[in-house]
């Protein structure tokens, strides 16, 4: 029997049904890019804001277009009907990346046919690890979805059966225009990879801090890991800051990551974002994962 015809609406999810079922996916949203071949696929959603904007700007505008009434990402109504799903899966976590959870039933009851909406509720580690077996349960590919999520498991217990010792300190930071540490499942990611998160607590939203709150933390590494972004685009932004973060640069180590890949999506790759997060605690650079310093703290250190 063949799997749902499924429409995603957010890249956590995607990533998620191309891991169990990739040939269910018929239509996803305009953010999804992984893997490679889902960007050939329709996409049914769109968002005004302009991602090339420097971060100050873009949070700017996300207050602008709330303010206004308007949402941040549409749904393409006619793009939705034409995916024919059977089963449509949104979130309720953020309504920067993904549709809100009422518009999505709204959306779905204007269908020809009956459609299931499934909203994915994980605000930590392990519940994003329950809402893979929920997808997996709902594409009927129980089997799959049990199989990937106990060789998660496997990799975290081996970072956990290795982690340093006493455990480092560390900040997260999810936004540098204005400075926001990132919660919900990342202190999760810190705390597989041996570390504590001493800027957020598990499964609590992302909060407003600044570099003078951030310093007061006094983290013994610090990782800058920007919500939507890839490594290249987060070093730009942290240079455009770097008259305020290097002060804290000098004190500890300072490392920037993929968080557009390895943190901002729940699904599978935030097992990825653990590894990485332990590579740094060992001082090593991999894919993703950079260590970062403005020019005078490189040239200071000889």
């Known amino acids: 029997m063949r799997p749902p015809r499924v429409v995603s609406l957010l890249p956590g999810a995607t990533e998620i049904v191309a891991a169990l079922a990739p040939e269910a996916l018929a239509a996803v949203s305009h953010e999804c890019d992984?893997?490679?071949?889902?960007?050939?696929?329709?996409?049914?959603?769109?968002?005004?804001?302009?991602?090339?904007?420097?971060?100050?700007?873009?949070?700017?505008?996300?207050?602008?277009?709330?303010?206004?009434?308007?949402?941040?990402?549409?749904?393409?109504?006619?793009?939705?009907?034409?995916?024919?799903?059977?089963?449509?899966?949104?979130?309720?976590?953020?309504?920067?990346?993904?549709?809100?959870?009422g518009q999505v039933h709204h959306l779905a009851d204007a269908l020809a046919r009956p459609v299931r909406v499934l909203s994915l509720t994980g605000r930590t580690l392990a519940g994003v690890l329950d809402d893979i077996l929920r997808v997996g349960e709902?594409?009927?590919?129980?089997?799959?979805?049990?199989?990937l999520v106990a060789g998660l498991h496997r990799r975290l217990d081996r970072l956990r059966a290795s982690a340093p010792a006493p455990a480092p300190r560390v900040v997260c930071i999810e936004w540098l225009a204005p400075v926001y540490l990132a919660g919900h499942w990342v202190p999760d990611l810190v705390a597989a990879a041996g570390g504590v998160d001493v800027g957020a607590r598990s499964g609590e939203h992302s909060t407003l801090s600044s570099w003078r709150a951030v310093a007061s933390l006094e983290p013994e590494m610090v990782v800058i890991m920007p919500c939507g972004f890839g490594l290249d685009r987060a070093r730009l932004e942290l240079a455009s800051a770097a008259g305020v973060a290097a002060p804290l640069a000098e004190r500890c180590p300072t490392w920037v990551l993929d968080g557009n890949a390895y943190t901002s999506r729940p699904g599978p790759r935030l097992v990825d974002g653990a590894e990485r997060l332990r590579s740094a605690m060992l001082g090593a650079e991999c894919p993703g994962l950079a260590r970062w310093g403005p020019p005078l703290v490189a040239a200071g250190r000889g």
């Open 138 to 147: 709902a594409l009927e590919r129980p089997a799959a979805a049990t199989a």
């Open 34 to 101: 992984y893997p490679a071949w889902v960007r050939a696929l329709p996409r049914v959603t769109s968002t005004p804001l302009d991602p090339s904007l420097p971060s100050e700007r873009i949070d700017a505008q996300v207050r602008q277009v709330r303010d206004s009434g308007r949402p941040v990402i549409a749904v393409d109504a006619a793009a939705l009907a034409a995916a024919d799903p059977d089963l449509i899966i949104t979130q309720d976590l953020c309504q920067v990346c993904a549709v809100a959870d």
